[in-house]
Structures are given as structure tokens and as C-alpha cells.
């Protein structure tokens, strides 16, 4: 999700009290952060957040770290959680690749990846979130029981992940190419924005769950 550069965007970012201005130092520390031991669920390319804080609001038990690489995107966020506050929410403006720098290892119970850019190019593969080299990492800082839930429209990225799954030897434990249609895995489904614009073009939706 690429917006309009917003001009100071960065600046109104690093003064949001939502947005964890030096990630590194929480690491082993969030739950300080939250104030409370509830599991940490993660959203890595949160966009402008709206599946992360529909789901914070469903559990308040739950705590979530958007994660987002744009400030212009992350700004969006920020400003509907000053309008609604959420204490079970906080944002990073980051790139995912340093994800292991952010959360110790066994922090996060749970990793969201929704409509993750594709880089269609074979030489960038390894930026895809669902890389093996994305799943090295998620497998740091995942809890032995966490899982990766990944929702997208793109059929090839898609393919692509469910061979990395195998190739990362973990085990895909659930996956259907059409969310929507499928009463199991679409029970409790919260939208994101991209999954609203492109399911209203009539594009099936592809989801995966993955472990250890
Ligand atoms: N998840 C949202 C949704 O489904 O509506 C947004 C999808 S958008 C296509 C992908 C988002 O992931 C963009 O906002 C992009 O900036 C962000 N992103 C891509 N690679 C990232 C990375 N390595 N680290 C953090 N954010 C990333």
C-alpha cells in the first residue's frame, strides 16, 4: 500500500505515543509495554490497521503490534486510534527484516501476514514475507505453539508460499483458495481493507495457517 507521500508524516509518527518510537529496547519487554501478560499477536504490513484494531476491540485480552514500513500508511492508523483509543494496541513504523531485533525469542504468539506486497521478480523472492528466509525469522520469535495466518488474492504468491511452508519444514495445518466460501476457515474472518476491495472485484481469497 503505497499512499500519496503525506509531508511530515515521519515527524507527527515520532511524536504518536501509539507508535513504539525504539522498538529495539522493548525486546523481552512488551509485555511492560501493555502493562499486563497477554499473549502478543502480531500484523506484519498492517496497512492502514484496520483488521488489527477491529481485532483488538473483539479481544481485549489479546495484545497487538501492528507492524507497517511507511509512515504515510502507519499515519492513517495512528489517527483513527486517537480518535478511538485501544490500550491493547501499539504500532512500529519498520521494515519487517530487522523483526528479530524487535521481539525475543518465544515473544509473539501469533503472526498475521494479509495481502503481503508480492515482488513478482524472481530475484526478490527473499523480500516476500512468506520467504523461507521471513519464516527463519518468524521461527525465532514465535512461541513452540504460535502459528503464521497468512490471507491473500494473488494466486502465484500464494503458490509460492505453500512451497516455502514445506521448504521451512513446518506444517501447513490449514488452507483453502476460497475464504470466503469455505464455512470453516471463514468463521470469525475479519476483512482487511485490501481483502474488501479485492473480494468486491470478485477475486477469491487464499488462506493459510502454518506451525511447528
Ligand atoms: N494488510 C493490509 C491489508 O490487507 O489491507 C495492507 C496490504 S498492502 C498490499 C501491504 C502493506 O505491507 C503495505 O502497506 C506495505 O508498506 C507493507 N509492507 C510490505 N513489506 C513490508 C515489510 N518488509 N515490513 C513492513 N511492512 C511491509
Redesign the pocket.
Known amino acids: 500500500?503505497?499512499?500519496r507521500n503525506i509531508p511530515g508524516s515521519r515527524e507527527m509518527i515520532a511524536e504518536n505515543n501509539w507508535c513504539i518510537q525504539e522498538p529495539e529496547q522493548q525486546k523481552g519487554h512488551w509485555h511492560e509495554v501493555f502493562g499486563n501478560d497477554h499473549p502478543i499477536y502480531i500484523?506484519?504490513?498492517?496497512?492502514?490497521?484496520?483488521?488489527l484494531t477491529t481485532l483488538a476491540k473483539q479481544n481485549p485480552d489479546i495484545n497487538y503490534v501492528g507492524?507497517?514500513?511507511?509512515s504515510s500508511?502507519?499515519l492513517r492508523g495512528l489517527q483513527k486510534l486517537e480518535e478511538e483509543p485501544l490500550e491493547n494496541v501499539r504500532f512500529i513504523?519498520?521494515?519487517?527484516?530487522t523483526?528479530c531485533d524487535v521481539f525475543a525469542e518465544n515473544e509473539v504468539s501469533k503472526i498475521?501476514?494479509?495481502?503481503?506486497?508480492p515482488w513478482p521478480k524472481d530475484r526478490h523472492a527473499k523480500?516476500r514475507?512468506t520467504s523461507r528466509q521471513?519464516f527463519a525469522r518468524y521461527d525465532k520469535i514465535l512461541k513452540p505453539e504460535g502459528v503464521v495466518e497468512f490471507?491473500t488474492d494473488n494466486v502465484d504468491l500464494f503458490d509460492f508460499s505453500l512451497e516455502e511452508v514445506k521448504e521451512a519444514n513446518w506444517n501447513l495445518d490449514a488452507f483453502t483458495r476460497d475464504l470466503h466460501h469455505d464455512d470453516t476457515m471463514n468463521q470469525g474472518n475479519v476483512m482487511?481493507?485490501?481483502?474488501?476491495?479485492f473480494s468486491s472485484m470478485g477475486n477469491p481469497i487464499h488462506k493459510l495457517i502454518a506451525s511447528r
Open positions: 500500500m503505497r499512499l500484523e506484519i504490513g498492517m496497512g492502514k490497521g484496520q483488521f507492524i507497517e514500513k511507511y500508511v502507519l513504523r519498520m521494515d519487517a527484516e523483526i498475521y501476514l494479509n495481502f503481503s506486497d523480500r514475507l521471513f490471507k482487511t481493507e485490501y481483502e474488501e476491495r
